[in-house]
C-alpha cells in the first residue's frame, strides 16, 4: 500500500501529474489517439457549432430543397431545404449533452447502489443487488423502449430511460470492488477510528471504485450514443424539428431512394462517434489495467 | 446436485420472474401517462372518464392491482391490444416467429463468420488476420444497426436488385403460403413451393446479414480471447512438441477445450439478437415482434407494449438460465 504524502504542496497537484502521464500512455497508441482526436473535435464542433454552421440549422427554404451535396451545401440538403451540414453541427450538441448527462445521472446512482450493497452486505446487499438483476434481465433497449412508452417521447425523457437502464453494470462493478477492499486493513483502522459509515464509504471506498467505474462508463458512453440514436430513429427520443441524428435519419428516410445523403450524413456522424468512444474506452482499459498488457 | 442448489435455482427463478412482472407493472401502472386517457381520449368528459378508471380497476389499491395483474397473467391473458383489436398474446404467438426466423439466421451467420474469424485471429496473433478482426469487431461495436440497414436496403435492394426489400415475402407470394409453423422458410419448404421459398430467402437475407454482424463482432472478440488465452498454456505446447500438426494443436486441442465457453456466448449473443430485432425489423418492415412493439409503442398501446415486453423480459431471464444450466451440463467442474 502507497502512502501518500502531500510534499510538494504548492507545486502541480499530485493528480495533475497523473492524468498527464495517463494522456501521455493513452496517446502512446495510436487507435487510442484517435479516439480522442475525434472526440476533442466533437466538443469543439460543439462548442463552436453556431459560428461554424453556414446556416440555421432550423431555416427552410422549400425552393432548395433535397438538393444534392455540392458547393454551398457540403451535405446537400433535406426535405424542408435545411443545410444538412449545418444540422449536424448542431447535432453534436444533443449527441453531447445526452451523453454527458446520462453519464452524470448513471455514475453516481450505480456507485451509490454498488457501493452501499458491497459495503454494509447481508439483507441490503441482497435485496440492491436483486433490483440490479430485475433491471438487468430486460435487454436494455427494450427496457428503455418501456420507459418511454410510459412518460411519452421526447429528448428528457429519452436520457432519463437510457439512465434508468445503464446502471445496472456500475452498480455490480462498485459492488466487486466495495467487497474485495471492505475486509482491507485500511477500512478496518478507519471504523476502529470511529469513523461513521457515511465516512468509510465517501472517503475510502468511493474514490476506490472511481477509477474502474470511470472506465466502464467511458466504455458505456458508445452505448449510449447507440441507443440516443435509436430511440431517436424510432421516433421516441429528440423529436423535429431538433437536429438529432438518429431524428435526422428517420426523417430522411422517406426520400433516402433518392437523396441517399440525408441518411447517410447522420449515420456516418453516429458511427464515427461510437467508434470514437470504444476505442477510448478500449485504451483507458488497457491503460489502466495492467495484467492486461501483454 | 444435491437438492440445496436446486433450490436456490428454483428460488431464483422465481424471484427473476417476480421482479419482471413488479417491473412491467410498476412501468405500465404507476408511470405518469394516463391509461384512461388512452383509450377515451383527451375529450371525453368528467363521467366517462371516471367510469372508464373504475372499469380498470385503477380506484383499487396498488397491491389489489398487482393481485389482478398476476391472476389476468395466469389465464395467459395480457390484454386487448387497440391497434389489432386482439388478445395481446394472441398477437404475439403470430409475429413471434417472424422475429425468431431472422434471430436464427443472424445467429448462424454471426457463428459461422465470427467464430472462424476468432479463431483466425488467435492464430495469427498480430498479424493481418487479427488485424481485420479488430476493425470488423469495433465497426460491428460501433454501427447503428438501423442505419446500416438502411444502408444495405439503398446499396442490394434499390442500386443492386440483389436483395427482396421490404416485408418478408415478396407481394406476389403474400398470403399463399399456408401457415404451419410460422417459419416462411420452413412452411414454403413444406408446402413444395420452390418460388415462395427463393423468394422469402431473398427477403430474410440481407436483414439477417444486417442483425448478424453485431454478433459477428461479439463472437469474434470473445472466441479470438478463449483462444489465446488457451493457446499460452502449456499443453499447447506439450502438443507442438509431440509432431502435431498445427490444425491438430488449434481445432483439436484449444478450439475444443473452448467450447463450453463459446456455448455460454452463443445463448448470450441471442438475448443481443432480440434487441437488435427492434430496430432491424423496423427498417426492413419485417411482420415480427419487434415491429409490433414499436408500432404499438407509437400508438401509446400500453397493453401491447407491456405485454411483449414482459414476454421479452422472460425470454431473456429463459435464455441466461439455459445457458447457466449448459455450462452445468458440458462443463463437469461447474457441477461441483
Known amino acids: 500500500m502507497s502512502i501518500a504524502v502531500d510534499s510538494n504542496a504548492g507545486a502541480r497537484p499530485a493528480w495533475a501529474d497523473e ?115 430485475m433491471v438487468l434481465s430486460f435487454p436494455s433497449l427494450i427496457l428503455a423502449l418501456a420507459f418511454v412508452a410510459a412518460m411519452g417521447p421526447g429528448l428528457d425523457h429519452a436520457v432519463l430511460a437510457i439512465a434508468l437502464t445503464a446502471w445496472p453494470p456500475i452498480a455490480r462493478l462498485s459492488r466487486a470492488e466495495a467487497l474485495t477492499l471492505r475486509q482491507s486493513d485500511f477500512i478496518v483502522v478507519a471504523q476502529l477510528q470511529g469513523a461513521s459509515n457515511t465516512r468509510v464509504l465517501l472517503k475510502h471506498l468511493v474514490p476506490l471504485c472511481l477509477p474502474s467505474v470511470l472506465v466502464r462508463l467511458t466504455m458505456n458512453m458508445a452505448s449510449v450514443v447507440l441507443t440516443a440514436a435509436g430511440l431517436g430513429f424510432l421516433g421516441l427520443g429528440a423529436q423535429p424539428p431538433l437536429p438529432e441524428w438518429g431524428a435526422m435519419i428517420s426523417e430522411g428516410r422517406r426520400y433516402m431512394l433518392d437523396s441517399w445523403w440525408l441518411v447517410a450524413a447522420p449515420g456516418a456522424a453516429i458511427l464515427a462517434v461510437s467508434t470514437a468512444f470504444n476505442l477510448l474506452g478500449d485504451g483507458l482499459n488497457d491503460a489502466l489495467d495492467p495484467r492486461q498488457n501483454t | 446436485m444435491s437438492a440445496r442448489p436446486l433450490l436456490r435455482g428454483v428460488a431464483g427463478i422465481a424471484t427473476s420472474l417476480l421482479g419482471l412482472l413488479v417491473l412491467t407493472f410498476l412501468i405500465g401502472r404507476v408511470m405518469p401517462l394516463d391509461p384512461v386517457l388512452a383509450i377515451v381520449g383527451p375529450d371525453a368528459d368528467r363521467s366517462t372518464y371516471e367510469q372508464v378508471h373504475r372499469q380498470l380497476g385503477l380506484d383499487q389499491p396498488l397491491a389489489v392491482q398487482f393481485g389482478r395483474y398476476l391472476l389476468s397473467l395466469a389465464h395467459g391473458d395480457l390484454g386487448q391490444a387497440l391497434l389489432t383489436g386482439n388478445p395481446v398474446a394472441r398477437d404475439l404467438v403470430r409475429v413471434l416467429p417472424a422475429t425468431a426466423e431472422l434471430a436464427t439466421l443472424a445467429m448462424l451467420i454471426g457463428v459461422l463468420l465470427g467464430v472462424p474469424l476468432g479463431v483466425l485471429a488467435a492464430t495469427h496473433h498480430g498479424r493481418w488476420p487479427d488485424h481485420l478482426a479488430r476493425v470488423l469487431g469495433l465497426l460491428g461495436h460501433s454501427t447503428p444497426v438501423f442505419w446500416f440497414g438502411m ?60 442483425l448478424g454482424l453485431h454478433s459477428m463482432a461479439y463472437l469474434s472478440r470473445m472466441t479470438r480471447a478463449f483462444m489465446l488465452a488457451q493457446l499460452s498454456q502449456e499443453y499447447i505446447t506439450t502438443a507442438r512438441v509431440k509432431g502435431l500438426t498445427e490444425r491438430q494443436v488449434v481445432w483439436g486441442h484449444a478450439f475444443r477445450n473452448i467450447r463450453v465457453q463459446l456455448l455460454t456466448i452463443v445463448a448470450l449473443a441471442y438475448g443481443g439478437l432480440l434487441e437488435g430485432a427492434v430496430l432491424t425489423e423496423t427498417v426492413f418492415g419485417w411482420p415480427g415482434f419487434g415491429s409490433y412493439l414499436t408500432g404499438s409503442l407509437l400508438l401509446g398501446d400500453m397493453n401491447a407494449v407491456m405485454g411483449s415486453v414482459l414476454v421479452i423480459g422472460v425470454l431473456f431471464v429463459s435464455l441466461n438460465l439455459l445457458t447457466d444450466a449448459l455450462y452445468r451440463v458440458f462443463d463437469p467442474r461447474a457441477a461441483a
Do not use: C, K
Not at chain 1, 32 to 58: E, F, N, Q, S
Open chain 1, 19 to 133: 492524468a498527464v502521464a495517463l494522456l501521455r500512455r493513452l496517446m502512446r497508441n495510436r487507435l487510442t489517439a484517435a479516439g480522442l482526436v475525434v472526440i476533442g473535435l466533437l466538443v469543439l464542433l460543439a462548442l463552436l457549432a453556431p459560428w461554424l454552421a453556414p446556416a440555421d440549422p432550423l431555416r427552410q427554404d422549400l425552393a432548395r430543397a433535397l438538393l444534392p451535396p455540392g458547393p454551398g451545401h457540403w451535405f446537400g440538403t433535406d426535405e424542408f431545404g435545411r443545410d444538412v451540414l449545418s444540422r449536424l453541427l448542431h447535432g453534436t450538441r444533443i449527441t453531447l449533452f445526452i451523453v454527458v448527462l446520462v453519464t452524470v445521472v448513471v455514475g453516481p446512482l450505480g456507485m451509490a447502489v454498488g457501493v452501499v450493497a458491497g459495503y454494509f452486505g447481508g439483507r441490503v446487499d441482497a435485496v440492491l443487488m436483486r433490483l440490479t438483476d
Open chain 2, 151 to 210: 444502408m444495405g436496403l439503398l446499396v442490394f435492394y434499390a442500386w443492386l436488385g440483389w436483395a427482396g426489400g421490404i416485408g418478408r415475402i415478396g407481394l406476389a407470394f403474400e398470403g399463399n403460403v399456408p401457415t404451419v409453423t410460422g417459419l416462411l422458410l420452413l412452411d414454403a419448404a413444406l408446402a413444395g413451393d420452390a418460388p415462395a421459398w427463393r423468394s422469402a430467402l431473398r427477403h430474410l437475407l440481407l436483414p439477417a446479414a444486417v
